[in-house]
Structure formats: structure tokens, C-alpha cells
């Protein structure tokens, strides 16, 4: 699977962004999309998943509830809404596909950078 990522920028604290992912190739074995993201000096940590089919979501604690992860299957696109967002969410945001025979996710797209000010 191919990812192409797109959407980050510049905003202000408390603002928004929507960030997408438009993937190509294999999608019908994809079992999850996720988003990804490192802030400068620091290591890459998840931020949210979504199964392919079924759409169930799981977020990590920094950014449940102002997040939001969807999918437009029709589209093999992939969503990432960012809400009430702060600078410490200012960081490199990628996007990834888990193939239903892998155990971790194995495509990935390039980053689009997100940067919060405040």
C-alpha cells in the first residue's frame, strides 16, 4: 500500500486542522490506518488507529477527545481531525497501513508537518 499524506500547517493554539491520508495499491488487505507523529528531540508515538472494515477507533490519552480518526473506504482515504488543538501537539504527522498478514504496520507515508502557536 501506498500512503500520501497531506493538510498539516500553521495554526493557533485552540484552532483546527484536518489531516488526510489517500492510499493506494493492496487497500482491500488493509486491517488498520493509523496516524503517527514526532515532535522535534523526541521519538515517534502513536496517535490514533481506525480498522478499515468495521471503523471501531482507539485513541491515545493525549488526544482523546479532540481527535478524531475516520475513513472513507469509497475513497481508501483516511482522516485525521484535529480539535482545541495546543503546541504541544506541533510535530511531524505520518500516516500507516497494517496488511492484515502483518503484525505491526508496514506502510508508511511521508510526514506532513503540523505546527501549533501560542
Known amino acids: 500500500v501506498q500512503l500520501q499524506a497531506s493538510g498539516g500547517g500553521l495554526v493557533q493554539a485552540g484552532g483546527s486542522l484536518r489531516l488526510s491520508c489517500a492510499a493506494s495499491g493492496r487497500t482491500f488487505s488493509t486491517l488498520y490506518m493509523g496516524w503517527f507523529r514526532q515532535a522535534p528531540g523526541k521519538e515517534r508515538e502513536f496517535v490514533a488507529r481506525?480498522?478499515?472494515?468495521?471503523?471501531?477507533?482507539y485513541y491515545s490519552d493525549s488526544v482523546k477527545g479532540r481527535f478524531i480518526i475516520s475513513r472513507d473506504n469509497a475513497e481508501d482515504t483516511s482522516y485525521l481531525q484535529m480539535n482545541s488543538l495546543k503546541p504541544e501537539d506541533t510535530a511531524v504527522y505520518y500516516c500507516?497501513?497494517?496488511?492484515?498478514?502483518?503484525?505491526?504496520?508496514?506502510?508508511w507515508g511521508q510526514g506532513t508537518l503540523v505546527t501549533v502557536s501560542s
Open positions: 500507516a497501513a497494517q496488511d492484515r498478514s502483518a503484525g505491526t504496520y508496514d506502510s
Open positions: 481506525i480498522r478499515w472494515s468495521g471503523g471501531s477507533r
